[in-house]
């Protein structure tokens, strides 16, 4: 009878289910359940039985541990975010996806593929005693695999669905792990949460629940098998969860500190959960452990406010790699409030971003160094103050680790988040005073970081004894600048372990390991999650170049510490399996920041690699989705196909290595590789070791390096150190030169002159012997760490012959670019400008085409000077003229045949206004033309631009597109509150719900707000403004609504000295900010469970700007929105959120999804197929 009564209750025929209920009670008067249904029905508003609740009680008891769950499956599904479920073909309430799920008969079946028969059924099957709950299908797994050959059939999608009660108005929590999404179905309303996926123990979901029936349905993925656990627990005391600091950095000892540790990096991130209904402000105090000198704060980092008049002045978040500063707002006082407040959304986990720092005392302006004792030391205790309830105390554990072991630096990442990077200092500047240290102390040397084979830590070893490198050079131990290595972990491997691979057992001590490689920083950065080295993942690796570079340098100036800086360009790129892939991505993507590529056993395009991310393989929805629809995702997808970007390696040296028998990542993806690059004449070499696999310790002898460092990769490793060298110093000495010429314009064209004349030797020389004074500048250089002067003060030029007679050589480094090549055409190819940095001085800004394959070909000619390009879907293409660009010096250029007039710039430093990486951003110098195309029916024409890009009216590189690039920057879900209850439910729970899937996907942080937070605070006024993504159209978001523009008439006020900010609405989409409803190029959209998810751009400037077209002024950012016509629209675009299955989970909206997507209920039963619109908005808004 209770079957009955539950059934009765979810189909709405309240009389029956009261009756079974009843009935039930009868045979049983104690269950919780069959209570709960009667009490939630007696004071129910369209129960006939309602009023009569004060003669009924709620249950007396907790419902307690669910007993067991009703199972549907195994359906066939494919690797995408989104397929096809035949389980929703035959739904009776396709407004709602857990009703129809609860709704559905135990005896009902569904097709499925991977089932003899055809069907499956539900079936109820036991928790187990660890309450887990264990999911094994009878389908014969290894005959569907031969049947299809493909093991991509093992992925199956499905359902679980269980009845619980709350006994009690009140805020539940659930914890449901191995499930990425819950559905509970309360009150009449179903409420969307985040599931733990990867069981870690660290997510919960919170939720306001009446008291009554609660439903609960989870949505299942797995491969073959599955296992998940979910409990909904009942109201708690406590108001915050506090979990373990993530990512915190460790303290270095040096050998002038022996015993003490210096915090060269001091952010942390600290994961929270809110378990009230309602936001939380946090404060924190902390505690020092005892022998720690001065007292100590721990705040959250922040961002500058613009102020009204200066408005413009350092604003950079119109570039995509803008700088966010890593100090908190500073007190003017010491006897200011040592206090910050953080603001958590209800039910929201948020990882905070919090520095730990020292007090200033009334003489300080800046944060004194933090020094740590190394022996027995102890933890700062932190507590977090809730505005409600009690505070929370967890532990801050710094360790210590010396300056010649691998060490952690914690740094803020592209979107404002905390992630870590592990260091190992160039091991020639290891310092031998720790190895008579270690020989003394013995029982005080650290390990290596937890890798066990054959890595034990050993006595720290100086390099001199290293014969595996050319001997000529003597150890140097002093301060100068190296280049990066930057290594790259595949899946599953901790960032210090793959650091510490880099090591090898030195010659002479057969108990001694070297770490690091001579003359380079090893790099190896992490960022939590299944990203690939893609897109976040790409960002997090580029921006730990620029945090190790801050690091140095603040160890080194502000702290005084003798230590080796960082190239700021030049770098080498490794990687080993995923991280293999990840150094294709980020040498195709700024080929200018690198001079070598190593990629080991990487594989080119995930959707080809294995069955990771097969592309409409085996999909139910590939019945629906025709091949344009198809072609639109793909090209989403696209610019993370390394072998199509391979042209842009043209200019390095790339040296593959794979193992011969390497089963995890076959050779053949290297080979692939090889040969491409090969066909673009790179200088490529593929290395299979002979009878290794995917991993190896040892390549010719034990513990000589193996796959990441051993003695062949030793040779390479120091090859490209002198490329580095070499590069670098040329372009440090160019800078001198020209510094030194720049009051002289006849002096420039003389320069460049002899320098084309000159190329075929590449070489110039300003010998200090030129030493009788003439009309030109002296030539004066900045002092540069570790080089001798190239000039001294009566340096001079006595004539343009003597110039040309000595331009061989500057210093001891040749002054020549690698792209100064005029033997070969290069050739630029970019998919997405938005996340490529360009090269050789040839950058697309925007495609006339967007999303689809943009190529530049260059070719310089050495007689003349002269330099043809030709140039294909591109709209706008950016020149830079200056040093390290191929049209250094260029006196004739033509553009698709036409030719273009190009002035003498001022100077031929190329100066960036921002060093970020990732700061690929259209900027102002004197060095830069910029080339526009229009399309023609034969070849697009091509002149100079003579107007700057309108950001109110154009695509920039910030908000090019496509939906993932909101994520590229910090970024706020701001939710709307509209009047209507369910609307305003709906909409806050997929805010949360998206926030909270962001934390679980690569642990980002996230503010989640409402439209009246984030007017009522200084949101709009941050120096750096945020991308925003909008939760509810201008008819449900007050904010949008205030904001939104149609980008032909702007109605901006009037007053110059208020700032502005407006969301630009593309032309082609028409939103109603009073009516539930909106029209796409002209089709009309009203139905009810009409949505849509879009992207457009965000702007913010005084009206003075416009009107003096000053577009440098505004400050621009990216915005997406989520609208839908009713609350069960928002319940169906929740649909596009959705991940894979562990490891392959994304961030929501960040596989193949375009600039906008229009769905309804048919996004349920057909996937992609049911999508009604889609595509790429033009580069005119």
């Known amino acids: 009878m209770l079957k009955y009564a539950i059934d009765g209750f979810w189909f709405n025929t309240l009389d029956e289910s009261y009756a079974c209920a009843c009935n039930h009670l009868m045979k049983k008067r104690t269950d919780g359940l069959a209570q709960s249904i009667i009490y939630a029905l007696s004071i129910s508003k369209i129960s006939s039985h309602a009023g009569i609740s004060k003669r009924i009680t709620p249950p007396t008891n907790d419902a307690g541990e669910i007993k067991g769950w009703e199972i549907l499956g195994p359906i066939n599904v494919g690797k995408l975010e989104v397929d096809a479920d035949p389980t929703f073909q035959s739904c009776h309430q396709q407004h709602d996806t857990a009703l129809c799920i609860l709704q559905m008969a135990s005896n009902a079946q569904v097709s499925s593929e991977l089932m003899p028969g055809g069907y499956v059924s539900w079936n109820f099957v036991k928790v187990s005693k660890t309450g887990e709950m264990e999911i094994h299908f009878g389908s014969a797994w290894n005959d569907l695999v031969q049947g299809v050959s493909s093991s991509a059939v093992y992925e199956f999608q499905g359902w679980a669905r269980s009845v619980t009660y709350a006994r009690a108005n009140g805020l539940y929590s659930i914890t449901c792990a191995g499930v990425h999404t819950v559905y509970v179905r309360n009150d009449n309303l179903t409420r969307i949460l985040v599931g733990d996926v990867y069981k870690s123990g660290q997510i919960v979901a919170s939720i306001d629940l009446k008291a009554g029936p609660v439903g609960i349905v989870l949505p299942l993925r797995g491969l073959a098998q599955s296992s998940f656990y979910c409990q909904l627990n009942p109201p708690s005391s406590q108001s915050l969860l506090v979990h373990s600091p993530r990512f915190i950095p460790d303290a270095i000892e040096f050998p002038d500190n022996v015993n003490m540790g210096l915090l060269a990096t001091s952010v942390f991130a600290l994961p929270v959960h809110n378990l009230q209904s309602h936001s939380l402000t946090l404060e924190y105090r902390v505690e020092k452990p005892i022998g720690v000198e001065g007292e100590y704060i721990v705040r959250e980092v922040r961002h500058a406010l613009v102020a009204e008049d200066s408005h413009g002045k350092g604003d950079s978040s119109h570039k995509l790699g803008s700088k966010y500063s890593i100090s908190p707002d500073t007190p003017n006082s010491p006897h200011q409030a040592e206090v910050t407040q953080t603001v958590i959304a209800a039910g929201q986990t948020s990882l905070l971003t919090l520095e730990l720092s020292k007090s200033l005392t009334s003489s300080q302006s800046v944060h004194p160094s933090i020094l740590l004792p190394c022996r027995k030391n102890k933890p700062f205790t932190l507590t977090i103050i809730p505005s409600r309830g009690d505070a929370v105390k967890t532990q801050l554990d710094i360790q210590c680790r010396r300056s010649n072991q691998s060490f952690s630096i914690s740094f803020v990442d592209h979107d404002h988040s905390v992630t870590q990077a592990v260091v190992i200092l160039p091991y020639s500047f290891h310092s031998p005073q720790f190895t008579k240290y270690d020989e003394m102390h013995s029982d005080h040397v650290h390990s290596s970081g937890g890798v066990k084979k054959k890595l034990s830590r050993g ?37 210090m372990n793959h650091a510490d691979s880099h090591k090898y057992m030195h010659p002479s001590k057969k108990s001694d390991y070297l770490f690091g490689v001579e003359k380079l920083f090893v790099l190896a950065p992490t960022r939590f999650g299944a990203h690939n080295w893609e897109a976040v993942g790409d960002l997090s690796a580029q921006w730990s170049l620029t945090a190790l570079r801050d690091t140095m340098e603040k160890l080194k100036y502000a702290f005084g510490m003798r230590v080796p800086l960082v190239m700021k360009e030049f770098a080498v790129v490794s990687g080993h399996s995923m991280g293999g892939h990840g150094a294709w991505i980020s040498a195709v993507n700024h080929p200018d920041r690198f001079v070598c590529a190593a990629p080991a056993a990487g594989w080119i395009r995930k959707e080809e690699y294995a069955n990771g991310n097969s592309f409409f393989h085996l999909d139910i929805q590939n019945s629906f989705v025709d091949s344009s629809l198809m072609s639109l995702l793909m090209d989403g997808m696209s610019e993370f196909h390394v072998d199509r970007l391979a042209s842009n390696l043209q200019l390095h040296d790339v040296h593959i290595r794979v193992g011969s028998i390497d089963r995890t990542v076959h050779p053949w993806f290297s080979r692939r590789m090889h040969r491409l690059l090969k066909q673009y004449d790179v200088n490529v070499t593929i290395e299979e070791v002979l009878g290794k696999q995917h991993w190896w310790w040892d390549t010719l002898k034990e513990n000589d390096g193996g796959v990441l460092n051993d003695v062949k990769m030793r040779e390479f490793y120091s090859h490209c150190y002198e490329l580095a060298k070499n590069g670098h ?39 200090s012997t030129i030493s009788q004074p003439t009309s030109l500048n002296n030539l004066k250089r900045k002092p540069r760490v570790n080089d001798s002067d190239l000039f001294t003060s009566d340096s001079t030029i006595n004539s343009s012959n003597e110039l040309n ?25 970019v998919v997405n400008p938005s996340t490529h940095s360009g090269l050789c001085g040839m950058q697309v800004l925007q495609q006339l085409r967007v999303m689809l394959p943009s190529s530049v070909q260059l070719f310089c000619h050495t007689k003349n000077s002269s330099c043809d390009i030709s140039a294909t879907n591109v709209r706008r293409l950016r020149l830079d003229l200056g ?40 900027q102002t110098s004197s060095t830069y033309l910029d080339i526009c195309f229009q399309s023609s029916s034969n070849q697009a024409l091509a002149s100079i631009c003579h107007e700057q890009i309108n950001p109110l009216k154009e695509k920039t590189l910030v908000n090019y597109g496509p939906s993932r690039s909101l994520y590229s920057r910090p970024f706020i879900i701001v939710y709307g509150t509209p009047s209507n209850q369910a609307i305003r439910v709906a909409i806050k729970d997929l805010a949360v719900y998206l926030g909270n899937s962001h934390y679980s996907a690569h642990g980002t942080k996230v503010k989640v707000l409402s439209d009246l937070e984030y007017r009522a605070g200084n949101y709009m006024k941050a120096a750096d403004l945020a991308n925003i993504l909008f939760i509810g159209g201008p008819s449900h978001n007050k904010l949008l609504k205030a904001i939104m523009r149609n980008s032909t008439n702007y109605k901006i006020n009037a007053d110059d000295n208020v700032l502005q900010m407006i969301a630009t609405i593309p032309t082609d989409l028409q939103l109603s900010s009073d009516i539930n409803s909106f029209a796409l190029s002209d089709q009309v959209f009203d139905r009810s469970n009409h949505a849509i998810l879009f992207t457009l751009p965000l702007n913010r400037f005084k009206p003075s700007s416009l009107v003096k077209n000053d577009f440098q002024s505004i400050s621009t950012a990216m915005a997406g929105c989520i609208h839908g016509n009713s609350a069960a629209a928002y319940h169906h675009i929740s649909r596009l959120a959705w991940p894979v299955v562990p490891p392959m989970v994304r961030s929501p909206f960040a596989n193949a999804l375009p600039d906008y997507m229009v769905i309804d209920q048919l996004i349920w039963s057909k996937g992609f197929g049911g999508l009604l619109s889609a595509g790429y908005w033009d580069c005119n808004w």
């Open 729 to 767: 110093a040329s372009s440090s000495n160019f800078v001198a030169f020209s510094e030194s010429q720049e009051s002289s314009e006849d002096n420039q064209k003389t320069f460049i002159q002899l320098f084309r004349a000159n190329q075929s030797s590449y070489i110039m020389d300003i010998s």
């Open 805 to 829: 007679q000595n331009l061989h050589h500057v210093g001891d480094y040749p002054m020549h670019h690698r792209c100064h090549n005029n033997s070969k055409t290069i050739t630029l190819f």
């Open 459 to 495: 006595k720290s070893t100086h390099h001199s004894s290293d014969t595996s490198i050319s001997s000529n050079e003597e150890c140097d131990n002093s301060a100068g600048e190296y280049p990066v290595l930057l290594t790259l972990h595949g899946s599953g491997s901790h960032p």
């Open 883 to 922: 040093f390290n660009s191929g049209l250094f010096g260029v006196e004739q250029l033509k553009v698709n045949g036409v030719a273009i007039n190009v002035p003498l710039v001022d100077s031929y430093i190329t100066r960036f206004e921002g060093n970020q990486p990732g700061n690929v951003t259209a």
